[in-house]
């Protein structure tokens, strides 16, 4: 089992960056693909981005190409998500996931299939 709690959320403006983090308990996270999604109400969860165990792949939604960068430190069983040039529409729930290692090679790694673990969330609110 692995536990997965999410920090760095808040409000900004337009134009701002936020770093989001993901701190896993119960089981080392190198043996994880792990991945960010993110949802609001009334829609289905959605892929932002995902990191295979050793940040040799990374995967990221058309919508936030250029813009979001995912990272993990193993050692310290966390996982980052740095936004930067937020819009209004990245306003959601951002959610950590973590899945098995197959998730990162299988195509499943923007599925939300592809994962067994979930965090519970952060509320990122991007509005002027």
């Known amino acids: 089992q692995v536990q997965l709690v999410e920090s760095g959320g808040g409000f900004l403006q337009p134009g701002g960056s936020l770093r989001l983090s993901c701190a896993a308990s119960g089981r080392s996270i190198d043996s994880y693909t792990m991945g960010w999604f993110r949802q609001t109400p009334g829609k289905e969860r959605e892929f932002v981005a995902s990191?295979?165990?050793?940040?040799?792949?990374?995967f990221f939604a058309d919508s936030v190409k250029g813009r979001f960068r995912i990272s993990r430190d193993n050692p310290r069983n966390t996982l980052y998500l740095q936004m930067d040039s937020l819009k209004p529409e990245d306003t959601a729930v951002y959610i950590c996931?973590?899945?098995?290692?197959?998730?990162?090679?299988?195509?499943?790694?923007?599925?939300?299939?592809?994962?067994?673990?979930w965090g519970h969330g952060t509320q990122v609110t991007v509005s002027s």
């Open positions: 996931a973590a899945g098995p290692l197959r998730t990162a090679r299988s195509g499943t790694y923007n599925l939300t299939e592809g994962y067994d673990y």
């Open positions: 990191i295979s165990w050793g940040s040799s792949s990374r």
